[in-house]
């Protein structure tokens, strides 16, 4: 997936983030990428690269490195 095509889910990760504090960052990028793409946030959903229940940055960059590789 090329940065421009992830902009959008980046975007609205950082919009949850802000809107949603409560909520772990991993789950804010899988919200994110499933408003966006549900069809890849299906095909990532309760697999290794499932970012829902991280919390941790480096983790969800990891994860965004993942779908920008994968898909």
Same mark, same amino acid.
């Given at each position: 997936?090329? !940065?421009?095509?992830? %902009? =959008?889910?980046?975007? $609205?990760?950082?919009?949850?983030?802000?809107? @949603?504090?409560?909520? $772990?960052?991993? !789950?804010?990028? #899988? &919200? %994110?990428?499933?408003?966006?793409? =549900?069809?890849? %946030?299906?095909?990532?959903?309760?697999?290794?690269?499932? =970012? #829902? @229940?991280? &919390? &941790?940055?480096? !983790?969800?960059?990891?994860?965004?490195?993942?779908?920008? &590789?994968?898909?």
């Amino acid at each position: 997936m090329k !940065q421009d095509d992830l %902009a =959008p889910v980046l975007k $609205r990760y950082g919009e949850m983030c802000s809107e @949603y504090p409560h909520w $772990r960052t991993g !789950q804010c990028l #899988f &919200n %994110a990428l499933y408003e966006v793409y =549900p069809d890849i %946030a299906d095909s990532m959903r309760g697999g290794r690269e499932d =970012p #829902f @229940y991280v &919390n &941790n940055k480096d !983790q969800v960059d990891r994860c965004v490195e993942y779908i920008k &590789n994968n898909y």
